[in-house]
């Protein structure tokens, strides 16, 4: 059996095409949303409303964790908008669904997928075709082998689409119970696998993740959302602990295969 797994998409429609090939399956973590591209400031939704300098602006600020004047300046931007009577919400919406109709169609199938924090689950359903099973605090036997799947990410300064409280994403790995692959988009809270070495920052892990882990000893734990961890791979007792890749700018999935 041999699974391809991919996460943090980004708009990478063209590689997802091509994620399959040679696959049993693929399972997809999340970050299909290309909002703002931090190597390439013309990419992304971002830009695409308010240009390539604002784009900058924005990465350097946040980068230097000025969330207050990051905020400030999207404000300025999008109070623009709204004067000229193009609300936030209806033009994020449009974006999103135009990227998501590219995406899910690049699918290969089986896929089988779970949010991640830049991702619009409410969407999901209307794009997500027979050949893509969508979970979320769930689980699926792919091979044989148990998968469970948690997406979404945790509160954060960023405000990201799909952020929720530690407690119902706690309940969420609860739910998920005794598996053979963990699947979450975001990793567990361990500072090696949430440091961003290019962003300068910790992004949030789980510390509820950690806990299951530890108590229910996954053969593996697969996650995203880190682009460039300070460590991607690490063993917590019995489990091997994996950031499978950036797949935005990398293309290439990482493969499990027994």
């Known amino acids: ?28 973590l999340g ?15 971002f830009p695409e409303l308010f240009g390539a300098g604002n784009a900058r602006t924005l990465v350097e600020l946040r980068t230097a964790r000025r969330f207050e004047e990051a905020r400030a300046l999207g404000r300025r931007l999008w109070g623009e908008l709204d004067r000229a009577g ?5 033009v994020i919406e449009e974006a999103v ?11 290969p199938a089986p896929t089988y997928a779970t949010y991640g924090n830049v991702d619009i689950p409410r969407l999901w359903p209307e794009y997500a075709g027979p050949g893509v099973t969508v979970l979320d605090g769930q689980r699926a036997e ?34 998920v119970g005794e598996v053979d692959v963990l699947c979450t988009h975001i990793p567990p809270d361990v ?11 910790f992004e949030r892990g789980s510390s509820a993740l ?9 053969r593996y734990s697969l996650f995203g959302h880190v682009h460039q961890p300070l460590v991607r791979r690490m063993r917590i007792g019995a489990t091997e602990c994996i950031n499978v890749g950036h797949f935005n700018a990398t293309g290439t999935p990482y493969v499990l295969q027994w």
């Open 1 to 28: 059996m041999r699974v391809h797994v991919v996460s943090d998409v980004h708009g990478n429609s063209r590689g997802l095409a091509a994620a399959g090939d040679g696959a049993d399956a693929v399972v997809c």
């Open 31 to 45: 970050d299909l949303v290309l909002f703002l591209d931090y190597a390439d400031h013309s990419r992304g939704i």
């Open 86 to 90: 193009r609300s936030r919400e209806s």
């Open 97 to 107: 669904r135009k990227q998501y109709a590219e995406l899910f169609a690049a699918f």
């Open 142 to 175: 792919i091979g044989g082998r148990v998968f469970g799947f948690v997406g979404g990410g945790l509160m954060t300064p960023m405000r990201t689409p799909y952020e929720i409280g530690d407690e119902e994403y706690a309940a969420k790995i609860e739910a």
């Open 191 to 201: 500072p090696e696998l949430c440091y961003d070495t290019v962003a300068r920052r």
């Open 210 to 218: 950690l806990e299951a882990i530890r108590r229910t000893r996954p």
